[in-house]
């Protein structure tokens, strides 16, 4: 018989975020999370997310043994921005069992809908913020660094019980080898025409990264608030990213536009630490893991385009072009064998157009799912 338990307690806590790593025992391509971030953005006052929002998380139990977990999410920013009344669902992970998967989503759906949600949209984690979607296609390599990874029958489970599509995330893949270099070769032209309306690219100062963080959130509330299923960030949340990111970022992959002193577009590549959290079991960094993590980022070959941004207005400037040739050249000095520009929205035309221009190809995509309650 299966059992949905409410996590009350530090122990229950720890089951939900090491559950993964049982059910995933084997399998090649899963990267474990690390456990204190996991503990953290599940957690009332460790995380900023709980300061304007709540969650309620499940475990499915069967004789004593989990055998699925699920979060039930509700995002007062998300329906305050967007005026609706929706609810999430996210941290879904479970055994191939339709009735331990009816029984989790139906105990969420029960916790959205008495906190006035008429509709359940995910797998966020804990919102488009973070890590988001379901793998659809492209099972066959690991994730990279901030993206999800599940197993095939999740798909149909959660259609089974009812769920649609919203959206597809595109993830493409962008070998070194192959990709168009002809924004590389025009790069030199391109500053100077940015340089001619008084723009310039630069790296992000590390060395003020407070003050620049403060100026980038700027850009990024503005450059994505016409996105599909966009929610801003506040201050502290932003912060809290930043912080993390801080930790692995490269300063030769972290670029800023300006105009007359103001930021105006970003772009933020991040190493593909993945490689290195795939050798650390069960996310712990203690005793040993810290080493592997520290001595794996020497060998790190991939990168993640994780932001490109640029304000409406400086758009069609060249800025985006700009961006990408750098991010390219650097990428080839470095001898990295490409990277992942994700997630892109499925109907976000120009950025789509501009990535298969570069030879990019889509080699994973992840869906966000919806069900009226």
């Known amino acids: 018989m299966i059992e949905i338990k409410k996590v009350e307690n530090k122990k229950q806590l720890a089951a939900f975020i090491d559950f993964p790593h049982t059910l995933y025992e084997g399998d090649i391509n899963y990267v474990p999370e690390l456990h204190i971030a996991q503990r953290d953005i599940l957690t009332p006052g460790k995380h900023p997310f709980h300061d304007h929002s709540s969650m309620q998380l499940f475990l499915a ?117 192959v990709v168009d270099k002809k924004s590389v070769k025009l790069k030199e032209l391109l500053g100077k025409r940015l340089a001619d309306r008084n723009i310039i690219i ?49 300063k030769d992959f972290a670029f800023v536009a300006e105009h007359e002193g103001k930021i105006v577009g970003f772009a933020l ?11 650390i079991k069960k996310g712990r960094l203690l005793p040993t893991g810290i080493f592997k993590l520290l001595l794996g980022k020497k ?10 941004g640029v304000n409406k207005e400086y758009r069609q400037a060249g800025i985006e072009a700009f961006f990408y040739a750098e991010i390219i050249q650097k990428a080839i000095d470095k001898k990295m064998t490409g990277g992942e520009a994700s997630w892109i929205l499925e109907d976000n035309e120009m950025m789509n157009k501009g990535l298969i221009k570069m030879n990019a190809k889509v080699y994973k995509r992840y869906r966000i799912f919806e069900k009226a309650i």
């Open 61 to 177: 139990y069967e004789d004593g043994t989990i055998k699925g977990r699920i979060a039930a999410i509700l995002n007062n920013n998300h329906n305050k921005f967007k005026n609706v009344s929706e609810g999430f669902f996210g941290f879904y992970d479970l055994y191939n069992d339709r009735e331990v998967s009816k029984k989790l989503l139906n105990e969420a759906e029960k916790w959205l809908v008495s906190n006035g949600a008429t509709k359940m949209i995910g797998p966020v984690n804990p919102s488009t913020n973070e890590t988001a979607g379901l793998l659809v296609e492209g099972f066959d390599s690991p994730p990279v660094t901030m993206m999800t990874y599940n197993k095939p029958y999740y798909i149909d489970l959660l259609t089974a019980e009812g769920f649609i599509k919203n959206v597809d995330l595109l993830a493409y893949d962008l070998p070194t080898n």
């Open 202 to 250: 630069r790296n992000v100062n590390l060395k003020d990264f407070a003050n620049e963080t403060k100026k980038i959130l700027k850009v990024y509330n503005a450059a994505w608030q016409e996105n599909t299923g966009f929610v801003p960030m506040t201050d502290n949340e932003f912060k809290h990213t930043a912080k993390d990111l801080k930790m692995i970022l490269d």
């Open 269 to 279: 590549v991040i190493p593909d630490i993945n490689q290195t959290l795939i050798k």
């Open 299 to 308: 060998k790190i070959n991939y990168v993640r385009v994780l932001a490109l």
